[in-house]
């Protein structure tokens, strides 16, 4: 769709001005003019995501991305997605092309190699002659004309290049890189799950997620989320199926918070979350069902509770986390997350399941759950408050079986095997959802 004016690279800085010294034959709109609109768009948001200024998700669904035309949304959400998914082992096809393969490249000719490399090596559909050419003008977009050539040289030698695949006897750090994940990252993995399933998770988190196929009930009256978030929430519910009082203490986006509405129709219900914008962006998704009109919404952080009154007879306490159980639809995780972060989160999530406990009847129950693969968010964190003597574990093996019972989801089997110590680990590749971890308290 060439004949409109490109409603993002037409107002965003990511159109460069030359360098000093350079005089480019024609203007920037004339360069623009040679970048189909959807590749200018994915060019703008990899900048974007790259600078730390915006995740790829909320970009993607920008108003500047809906003035697109369907074709070139989807064309941009595919060109964003794989890039930020394949980002480790294109930066390691391109740097043994360089001159110089320890050279650091300006990040937006970066970026247009990642964009070229992508599309050659893993969207056949595109024919090669339009990745190149189109990644050699985003150069000249982002003022970088000097590097056009260099840019054209490194991808025709990517398009010549055999595909790679699986090597016999890979190590850790060639799967890691293959696969496109940090290598510190995937070490912990083959420490805590094997290798076999290590690369499993790598693999899932590669390719584009399925979602809806665990659960018997579905269509416009079912929240759409993700499998895994479906599943705690089911979890939830069925932990304590009488519960009159019910408070989902990090509720946004809401999605589970409509799941316990949903099975749950005596429950008064409390959603709260620490953030006002995201409180009231799923106050409105709330509003969008009848069966939500029981739920109250209020601003409160979990670890330090003050719009709360009364106890519970079920909480549900989906801590916020690293996210590492969702990287293939949120990619840019990878390469944001650092090893020491995991001790900062693990620290808050001890405090808001702590708090939330403090809110909990007796006999009550309580599921925390995150959507990480890292134990140190997860099994550690439980044992936090084990240790204290006055709650005790409930099976959750008991729960999935009558969940499997009731017809509520399908494969159940698959999902025995993911119990483990009494609680719910998941892990994306291995069972058929996105990595989660999930264990159901009981207060004496």
Known sequence: MRGKENPIAAKRAVVGKPRKGASPKRSVQGIVAKVTPARLAAFEILNLVGEGKGHSDELLHSTRVDALSAEDRNLTTALVMGVLRWQIALDARVRLLLQRPDQRLPEPVAIALRIGAFQLLHMDRIPPHAALSESVELCKVAGEPHAAGMVNAILRKVAAAPRQGARPHESTAMFAERLAHPLWMVERWVKEYGRASA????????????????????????????????????????????????????????????????????????????????????????RRYSYAERVRVAITDASDTKNVEGTFDLILCDAPCSGTGTLAENPEIRHRLRLEELSRQAERQRAILKGALKWLAPGGRLVYSTCSLEPEECERVAETVLRRGDVRVIPVDEILRELGEQGIFLGGEELSLAVREKALRTLQGVHPCDGFYAIVLERA
């Open 199 to 286: 690369v499993k998770i790598c693999e899932a988190d590669q390719r584009e997620p399925v979602q809806g196929a665990m659960f018997a009930e579905s269509g416009i009256d079912w929240p759409q989320m993700d499998d895994g978030s479906r599943l705690v929430a089911e979890i939830a519910a069925a932990a304590m199926p009488g519960a009159k009082r019910v408070w989902d203490c990090c509720a946004a986006p809401g999605g589970k918070t409509l799941v316990l509405a949903r099975r749950l129709a005596e429950a008064e219900i409390l959603a709260s979350d620490v953030s006002a914008k995201r409180l009231a962006q799923m106050e409105a998704r709330l």
